[in-house]
């Protein structure tokens, strides 16, 4: 198996069995909107998270986006980035401009 193999088996497994939030099949497919809202409820929900709800859901959507790299159309950047912003939105935090 090659290292890049390994890589890709590895963080594709932390987007599926995070010890810190149970997220639903296909989040990262959704509109910005969902992506936050059902980032949010898993984050909230999860009793395993060691980061408040907040940074949790923020750093998995971060994960995410790192993990694509050059892989992510710069359409699907753009709609993530969104998300980043809708998150920061629903649990009322400052929004960048």
Avoid: C
Wanted: charged share 35%.
């Amino acid at each position: 198996m090659s290292t890049q193999h390994s890589k890709k088996k590895w963080s594709a497994d932390v987007t599926e069995h995070s010890d810190a939030l149970d997220l639903e099949n296909d989040v990262f497919k959704r509109s910005p909107t969902r992506i936050a809202r059902s980032l949010k409820q898993s984050a909230e929900h999860s009793h395993r998270r060691k980061s408040s709800p907040y940074r949790s859901a923020m750093s998995m959507l971060t994960f995410y986006i790192n993990r694509a790299g050059r892989n992510l159309s710069s359409a699907r950047r753009r709609k993530l980035e969104v998300a980043k912003q809708k998150l920061r939105e629903a649990f009322h935090r400052e929004t960048k401009t």
